[in-house]
């Protein structure tokens, strides 16, 4: 049994989403967590990653249309408790 992939698609590093990324990584070990960054002018760079998933966490619905497999996509993971 493969470990579940998790992408993270990010703006910028060491920002909000960036931040929540390494803060769930954290806390789901049993997890392989990659992050993408700016996959709207770096799209072909994202896509192995997108594409590998088992779920991709968007932090916006505009990106959506740079995404495969939009059946995967969790989108605005906001909630500030993963944060206690």
Do not use: Q
């Not at 789901?28 to 966490?57: K, Q």
């Amino acid at each position: 049994m493969s470990i579940p992939k998790i992408c993270w698609i990010a703006d910028v590093p060491g920002w909000a989403y960036d931040n929540r990324h390494r803060t769930v990584a954290a806390r789901m070990p049993g997890y392989s967590h990659s992050v993408v960054f700016d996959v709207v002018r770096r799209t072909l760079d994202a896509l192995p990653s997108m594409s590998e998933a088992d779920i991709i966490v968007c932090p916006d619905p505009r990106v959506l249309p740079f995404v495969p497999g939009r059946a995967k996509v969790v989108l605005h993971l906001n909630a500030w408790k993963i944060f206690a």
